[in-house]
């Protein structure tokens, strides 16, 4: 069975595991640079995830029929803890933004079958950027009138640049849960003190992208260049690594990420009801050393921005995707 994470504060603190589905697999096809054709069969992930206790999932309107499939699946069970999230393009006026956010919710409902969101979380901190503490608003009037349960937000791949301009906007108590990614390879939410101050805010926060959508979890062949020459160096001196340490690539991935103070939760994705179960296997691992540590965070210390952003790399151009 799956580890419990740190409750959520506030009423009825909720028990939750720490691992959480990421969902996009099984509304998009070929999610993920190690990822097969897809999507993945709702129906034996989502029994598997039950039966390994795992009760949080993460979605969003962008992931094809994901929040469909789940809302099919839940319709006649308990209720689990489900993470949308919703991007808000920047418009005219604050009333134009509420009646947005507002319709895009009300969408989502639809769509799972509920009538409250358990989190709802703003896909872009540029939104805040533009309307400030009008978003935090909106999100609180939401959850007065029922339609959500907590709010927050997920920071995109530079997370240190966004923490920059919303730091302190997210400090608003209406903010419970963040999603950021972190990983061997990216420690920009880290550097940037973005995971820090959520820390010592008692956020909730959820780590992404652990293996890096499955780069870490593969070898260079078949990625177009200049990916190619950039993972295939990485991945070697990961492995000498882990080497060292008498454990898998994986594992020194799933612990680093793991283990790193702050982190509550770890959002991974699966096509298979098999790589649940080594996620669940790799999350019970090993400790990952301290002197381990520090050699990741010293030989990773600058990673071209192309290493550890999946938007930038040029799937037009690689093979066996």
Not at 47 to 71: M, P, S, V, W
Not at 241 to 260: F, K, N, P
Request: glycine fraction near 10%; charged fraction near 25%.
């Amino acid at each position: 069975m799956v580890t419990t994470a740190a409750p959520l504060r506030g009423p009825g603190s909720l028990k939750l595991s720490r691992l959480m589905l990421g969902t996009a697999q099984l509304g998009i096809t070929g999610y993920g640079i190690a990822n097969g054709s897809g999507p993945a069969d709702a129906d034996a992930l989502l029994d598997r995830c039950a039966a390994l206790g795992i009760n949080c999932f993460d979605t969003a309107l962008e992931y094809g029929d994901a929040e469909l499939k789940l809302g099919r699946y839940f319709a006649s069970k308990p209720v689990p803890f489900i993470v949308s999230k919703l991007k808000a393009e920047p418009l005219l006026d604050r009333a134009e933004l509420e009646k947005r956010i507002a319709g895009r919710v009300e969408t989502i409902l639809e769509r799972l079958g509920l009538s409250t969101l358990p989190a709802l979380m703003i896909h872009d901190p540029a939104v805040l950027l533009e309307y400030g503490a009008s978003v935090a608003d909106i999100l609180r009037r939401l959850r007065r009138d029922g339609l959500i349960g907590r709010a927050g937000l997920s920071f995109g791949a530079n997370s240190d640049e966004q923490f920059a301009y919303c730091g302190e906007l997210i400090r608003d108590d209406i903010y419970e849960v963040f999603q950021l990614p972190l990983n061997v390879l990216d420690r920009r939410s880290i550097d940037g003190g973005a995971l820090g101050q959520l820390r010592a805010d008692g956020k909730w926060v959820v780590a992404r992208s652990v293996f890096l959508q499955g780069l870490l979890l593969r070898s260079a062949d078949g990625l177009a260049e200049p990916l190619a020459g950039l993972a295939r160096d990485a991945l070697a001196r990961l492995t000498a690594i882990a080497d060292e340490e008498g454990m898998s690539v994986a594992e020194l991935a799933m612990g680093y990420v793991r283990d790193t103070p702050g982190v509550d939760a770890l959002v991974i994705g699966a096509e298979k009801p098999e790589q649940l179960d080594d996620n669940v296997r790799l999350l019970a691992g090993p400790a990952v050393s301290e002197r381990a540590r520090a050699r990741i965070e010293s030989e990773f210390r600058r990673v071209p921005e192309l290493l550890v952003t999946p938007a930038l790399w040029v799937r037009a151009n690689a093979t066996n995707l």
